[in-house]
């Protein structure tokens, strides 16, 4: 299982407000959101590769990470067109992976689904929804 909620920090507190995806959200150059992809599964995984394509219009904020290992993967990577996790070993249970993006050209973007999976075994794995975001002067 897996799933996708974006959320806005409000600057003064950091408190997170989380945005009705199910309708395009309309965001302001410069605005800033946060990226919450949800995992679970019921086995313990290993070789998990977990792919978000980021929205045209979109730049990721790269943040430093807490050491090399990150709470439970081992790595990030902030490419052109996506955000990369990569964990060697996914014990059974939830885990929650957060990144945020920054809203900078105007217009209409689609944000396709995440995708995790194994690495070495393509057919086991999730997609998460879709969103549409639509940046306004």
């Known amino acids: 299982k897996r799933k996708r909620p974006y959320h806005s920090p409000q600057r003064s507190n950091e408190k997170l407000i989380p945005l009705d995806i199910s309708k395009p959200v309309v965001l ?11 995992l679970q599964t019921d086995t313990n995984n290993e070789y998990v590769i977990i ?7 979109c730049e990721a904020v790269k943040e430093k990470e807490r050491g090399y290992w990150s709470w ?5 990577e902030y490419r052109d067109e996506k955000v ?16 945020r993006l920054r ?13 995790a999976e194994l690495m070495y075994i393509r057919d086991i ?12 002067e």
């Open 84 to 99: 990369v996790f990569f964990a060697s070993y996914f014990r059974k249970g939830r885990k929650t992976l957060k990144y």
């Open 72 to 76: 439970w993967y081992e790595q990030r």
């Open 51 to 57: 792919e978000d394509m980021k929205p045209a219009g």
């Open 103 to 115: 809203a900078e050209a105007p217009g209409t973007y689609r944000a396709l689904p995440a995708i």
């Open 125 to 136: 794995g999730g997609r998460s929804n879709e969103a549409v975001f639509r940046i306004e």
């Open 28 to 38: 302001k150059p410069q605005d800033i959101i946060e990226v919450q992809i949800t």
